[in-house]
């Protein structure tokens, strides 16, 4: 019982997957409390003597805060107190969203509230606590604030140019960070190349749309000197450590909870102001702070995501064989990096995965992060995953073209092999084993090739322009201490589960990862009922709560299976291994020869029933002076995990796309869409399908539809849903997943992550359609998103 578990010893080889949890579509636990409304959001908690918070925000993209007169708002009906930086400031310390790893990286110190200036339109300047939301509203309406309006920095393709306005003068210029990485020779390879083909990508501007607002209730009590934060966020261990942090608390005396959570995106993976604001306050009050931000808030404070412009180019030679690529990012993050991932790291990500797929010897790429006066970016889902595979695929696409070769035949010929691992990309990356040929293979058993191209020509003679995108992917998932480096707050990669089986049987887990819509708990329920043996009905998953699960580092990156489910799943093993030794001697059986199954203690050679996991539960908690003085019963076990050879577990996978386009008015159709990825062991294939179908809907929403619109002067003008269009099921095509299992050899689970990969290939995917149904015409369209003005202009007709 003490031999090292392996992938068949727990049942995990491919042929006992039907006879496990493992594989199976198995329905969310959670599913009735959601369908019935009876879930526990945060803006359902109520704490007695709360109060609510609502926030003046900037009116100007960057002005000099001159004055604010509280008289008018304080006579308000409700109205508690009205709150400034210098306020906040005398118990809440700035933060500076640096990390050690990113040679050069600098930002300026922030605070809850701004002392002094307003960097971008919507930051909050002055908070008014009252009663209830309605009348902290009025309140904020009665502030009398005087702004100086400073010029704005807008524009990041001027951030860096003589006379460009310095948002924060003591850094000295407005450049953040920059990376090159090179690998070969570059220069050579492109003098020495059959063609080498060019073109600008841009990526426009959009943000997470969550059905549950950002939301945040701080209670500090004076009596024992603790602050309990009820939060809509991924990470409760990481903001746990933020909170204690940023006000001079011990980590011990703070305490998050975070219960249902209506869809993240990455959104509520970062640590905005107006939310340590509501915690500060709090601190100050000594009663419970609540803010919900409203839907016009969320559009000018949560954080946005891929403003970048990127220049790039592709070597090949006469056989289509890709000598290199060449690629320029630049990216505008706002007035500051955001706490504590930095907004650099979208841009550093654009550097590892550009080229990714592909084998190929020279490699140089440059990111450059600039500040701006514009709402912060920072890391949204599949964070640079979209702007590199569409550069990437885009390249791939127009190298082509130029040298006459189907598409599908250039990438059979340069996908890295799938006998070649393991390797490391041009950009340093490591990869332990990848499928990207399997997955072209998966793809074209899936989509009809042949019909497809018949039926485009057919159009075509009719004056109908269809097209056909394909575009293969990398995703970055279970990200190890690498990920991150040293600097801010301490943000774990390793996770950790404890399991416990009650005296009736029943097993609960409690894990440091966060149910965040996307299937946690049903995940972690299979791992678990799978790795105790008991079925799943009998396992009750306990998340989100600092101080009752172990530590860990959230939901974010896909880690949620590959370590969140590897550490469960450990646990599990260790408690069936303690049952079955207590089982053993309750018995007189060797407990090697025993085994459980759906909640029995059985025979492993013959499957004859036992004893029930029940009736030991009671015994041992119950009349535990029946058994041996010396047999060890504690029936809960707690593991940890954390990845150790590579620093991601990269998956991989490929996408297409079929794609109508009225070169009249310049709308664009999805009619079809289709993707193979491969997350290693699929632990739910439904879940993993619906993970993959949303992410490919959130690719194409931000390819076609969604845009955070500026003017000039910075004044953010999609400020509403009537202005921003998010996709719905008529904007969406009928999508079509497909699988290739690559497991992981880290952990026994073999689980990679699954949340990213539609996102991160649909954009190219569309991209590269879209100019199929334009080549005939001669337009080409390389700016997200892709507009019906923007397939117009392409086409010269405007």
Aim: proline letters at 6%; one cysteine or more.
């Amino acid at each position: 019982m003490n031999d090292i578990p392996t992938p068949d010893s727990i049942g995990l080889s491919r042929e006992d997957l039907p006879n496990s949890y493992i594989g199976r579509s198995v329905p969310r636990p959670n599913v009735p409390k959601l369908v019935q409304g009876r879930a526990t959001y945060t803006d359902d908690v109520v704490l007695p003597r709360m109060v609510h918070a609502a926030f003046l925000r900037s009116p100007h993209a960057h002005a000099r805060i001159v004055s604010v007169d509280a008289t008018a708002a304080m006579q308000v009906p409700g109205v508690v107190r009205v709150f400034t930086g210098q306020d906040l400031a005398k118990v809440c310390d700035p933060w500076v969203a640096v990390l050690a790893h990113l040679k050069g990286m600098k930002s300026a110190p922030q605070h809850p509230l701004p002392l002094d200036r307003a960097t971008w339109q919507g930051e909050p300047i002055v908070a008014v606590v009252a009663d209830s939301r309605a009348a902290a509203e009025d309140g904020v309406a009665a502030l009398r604030v005087e702004f100086d309006p400073l010029p704005a920095q807008v524009d990041m393709e001027t951030a860096l140019a003589p006379g460009a306005t310095v948002i924060h003068t003591e850094l000295g210029d407005n450049l953040v960070f920059q990376r090159t990485a090179v690998q070969g020779d570059v220069d050579a390879a492109f003098a020495a190349a059959h063609k080498v083909v060019e073109a600008t990508f841009v990526t426009g501007r959009h943000t997470g749309v969550t059905l549950e607002p950002r939301s945040i209730i701080a209670d500090y009590n004076r009596a024992d000197g603790t602050l309990t934060v009820h939060q809509s966020t991924q990470a409760p261990h990481m903001m746990q450590n933020v909170f204690a942090k940023q006000l001079r608390m011990e980590e011990s005396q703070v305490r998050v909870i975070c219960k249902d959570v209506g869809g993240s995106f990455g959104i509520k993976v970062h640590v905005y102001p107006d939310e340590v604001a509501v915690a500060a306050m709090s601190r100050i009050l000594g009663r419970p702070v609540k803010f919900v931000a409203d839907r016009f808030e969320a559009f000018a404070s949560d954080i946005h995501a891929r403003d970048h412009r990127i220049k790039g180019r592709i070597a090949v030679d006469a056989d289509g064989k890709i000598l290199g690529f060449d690629i320029d990012d630049l990216t505008g993050i706002g007035p500051y990096s955001v706490y504590p991932r930095t907004s650099a790291i979208e841009g550093n990500q654009v550097v590892n995965l550009c080229g990714g797929p592909y084998d190929f010897a020279n490699y140089r790429c440059t990111t450059t992060v600039v500040l701006q006066n514009k709402v912060p970016t920072c890391q949204y889902r599949a964070v640079g995953h979209p702007i590199a595979t569409a550069v990437t695929e885009g390249l791939v696409d127009l190298a082509a073209q130029a040298i006459g070769m189907d598409p599908i035949e250039m990438r059979r010929r340069n996908l890295v092999r799938d006998d070649a691992y393991p390797f490391t990309s041009p950009a340093g990356m490591k990869f332990e084993g990848l499928s990207h040929h399997a997955s072209l293979k998966k793809l074209l058993e899936m989509v009809p090739v042949e019909r497809i191209r018949a039926d485009q020509a057919e159009a075509r003679a009719r004056g109908v322009h269809r097209g056909l995108g394909i575009a293969a992917f990398i995703e970055l998932t279970n990200p190890s201490p690498f990920m991150y480096g040293i600097g801010g707050a301490r943000i774990s990669a390793q996770d950790g589960a404890t399991v416990r089986m009650d005296p009736d049987g029943s097993v609960v887990v409690a894990s440091g990862v966060t149910e965040q819509g996307q299937g946690t708990e049903a995940i972690l329920a299979q791992i678990v009922a799978h790795g105790v043996g008991v079925p799943v009905g009998k396992v009750r998953v306990i998340t989100g709560d600092t101080q009752a699960t172990p530590y860990g580092g959230g939901t974010w990156a896909c880690r949620g299976a590959g370590i969140g489910g590897e550490a469960a799943l450990q646990s599990a093993i260790a408690l069936k291994e303690q049952l079955l030794t207590v089982a053993g001697t309750m018995l007189q059986a060797n407990p090697a020869s025993l085994d459980i199954v759906l909640g029995e203690v059985v025979d492993k050679a013959t499957g004859a029933q036992r004893i029930s996991l029940s009736e030991i539960g009671r015994i041992v908690y119950f009349r535990g002076d029946t058994l041996p003085k010396d047999l060890p019963r504690e029936f809960v076990q707690t593991r940890h995990f954390i990845t150790k050879e590579y620093p991601f577990a990269f998956t991989n996978g490929i996408q297409a796309c079929w794609v109508e386009v009225d070169v009249a008015t310049g709308m664009v159709k999805v009619l079809e869409h289709w993707c193979v990825e491969d997350c290693g062991r699929v632990i739910n294939p439904l879940l993993v399908d619906e993970q993959v179908r949303g992410g490919i809907v959130q690719g194409l929403g931000g390819a076609l539809y969604e845009h955070c619109v500026y003017d000039d002067q910075g004044n953010l003008l999609t400020t509403t849903m009537a202005d921003y269009l998010v996709p719905m099921a008529a904007e969406m095509p009928e999508i079509h997943v497909g699988h290739v299992e690559t497991p992981t050899r880290e952990s026994l689970l073999g689980a990679k992550g699954a949340g990213e990969a539609g996102t991160a290939g649909a954009p190219g995917a569309l991209m590269n359609a879209i100019n199929d149904a334009l080549r005939p015409l001669g337009g080409i369209v390389t700016a997200q998103p892709f507009t019906p003005a923007s397939i117009l202009r392409a086409l010269g007709t405007i």
